[in-house]
Nanobody, 120 residues
Framework: QASFVESGGGLVQPGGSLRLSCESQ????????MGWYRQTTGKERVLVAS?????????ADFVEGRFTISRGAGPFENTCYLQMNDLGPEDTGVYYC????????????WGQGTRVTVSS
């Protein structure tokens, strides 16, 4: 099972920015698709953004135009980033990195996540 370590969260004021990072704990091969998920209090974890090994990206409507997902290159191709701009209180939550295709197949091996709090 794939496993990841997320970092980069913190407290930020509304309108601010954060950049999240995700490192794979394995690295024998390049993952086809990586994604960032968000879980807010009392709600299910939802897919925020995904990126394929070819660079194709997809975003949830509520982050489109504000968030940018990317991946590292070469030996860091299984490192995934989420640049978050113009953050609002609704973006508060714990952000997780995982493989969307594995999640669809029921993989529940989630990391610790990284907490983002947007508040003045």
């Amino acid at each position: 099972q794939a496993s990841f370590v997320e970092s980069g969260g913190g407290l930020v004021q509304p309108g601010g920015s954060l950049r999240l990072s995700c490192e794979s704990q394995e690295g024998a091969h390049a993952y086809y698709m990586m994604g960032w998920y968000r879980q807010t209090t009392g709600k299910e974890r939802v897919l925020v953004a995904s990126v394929t090994s070819g660079g194709t990206t997809k975003y949830a409507d509520f982050v489109e135009g504000r968030f940018t997902i990317s991946r590292g290159a070469g030996p860091f191709e299984n490192t995934c980033y989420l640049q978050m701009n113009d953050l609002g209180p609704e973006d508060t939550g714990v952000y997780y990195c995982h493989l969307p295709l594995a999640v669809q197949q029921g993989d529940e091996n989630w990391g610790q996540g990284t907490r983002v709090t947007v508040s003045s």
